[in-house]
T-cell receptor
Framework: DQQVKQNSPSLSVQEGRISILNCDYTNSMFDYFLWYKKYPAEGPTFLISISSIKDKNEDGRFTVFLNKSAKHLSLHIVPSQPGDSAVYFCAARGLFQKLVFGTGTRLLVSP | GAVVSQHPSRVICKSGTSVKIECRSLDFQATTMFWYRQFPKQSLMLMATSNEGSKATYEQGVEKDKFLINHASLTLSTLTVTSAHPEDSSFYIC???????????FGPGTRLTVL
């Protein structure tokens, strides 16, 4: 039972354009959502988060949007840079601060 | 941002031996640490939650006698894989929770290979 889903396993974008990564969840009890960036054989790096009571949070080139009624969140990266190429995981926080991770989306930003 | 270290980064061991992995929060105190494992091309799966000074809470399907967790201080948690078997080979990642902001920061991971 996959409570957090990232339906696109990969995404290719040109440098300077917008990257949009999507995430859907099923559990309405999640109170906090996070995006992490991960390189192979490394731990995830925290990027940005959003509380369930908000619908948008922005930090530099990264913006996360939350649509609670649709149980959907997205990460926008503008402008995309080649260094953004990595696997992006969305995560949702449930009971006892436990994080449930999606399956990840591999982003490739080409020059 | 907060820094979490893990040691060792890679370990190869023989079947039947035990392996200890350390997770440290370097610049903050973490009352809660989490242990995950990741199989190739799959998501991170939570194994257990480790609270300082108390017993770890294991997720369903994770054998507590096989994966021993000790959280002896506010900056250190250890995971010991006992009597390791080839199927235990995986990428193990810890995270430490910082209260303000309430975020989990991850270590770099440990690649365990059991021969």
């Amino acid at each position: 039972d996959q409570q957090v889903k990232q339906n696109s396993p990969s995404l290719s974008v040109q440098e300077g354009r917008i990257s949009i990564l999507n995430c859907d969840y099923t559990n309405s009890m999640f109170d906090y959502f996070l995006w992490y960036k991960k390189y192979p054989a490394e731990g995830p790096t925290f990027l940005i988060s959003i509380s369930s009571i908000k619908d948008k949070n922005e930090d530099g080139r990264f913006t996360v949007f939350l649509n609670k009624s649709a149980k959907h969140l997205s990460l926008h990266i503008v402008p995309s840079q080649p260094g953004d190429s990595a696997v992006y995981f969305c995560a949702a926080r449930g009971l006892f601060q436990k994080l449930v991770f999606g399956t990840g989306t591999r982003l490739l930003v080409s020059p | 941002g907060a820094v979490v270290s893990q040691h060792p980064s890679r370990v190869i061991c023989k079947s039947g031996t035990s392996v200890k992995i350390e997770c440290r929060s370097l610049d903050f105190q973490a009352t809660t640490m989490f242990w995950y494992r990741q199989f190739p091309k799959q998501s991170l799966m939570l194994m257990a939650t480790s609270n300082e000074g108390s017993k770890a809470t294991y997720e369903q399907g994770v054998e507590k006698d096989k994966f021993l967790i000790n959280h002896a201080s506010l900056t250190l948690s250890t995971l010991t894989v006992t009597s390791a078997h080839p199927e235990d080979s995986s990428f193990y990642i810890c995270s430490a929770r910082e209260g303000v902001p309430d975020t989990q920061y991850f270590g770099p991971g440990t690649r365990l290979t059991v021969l």
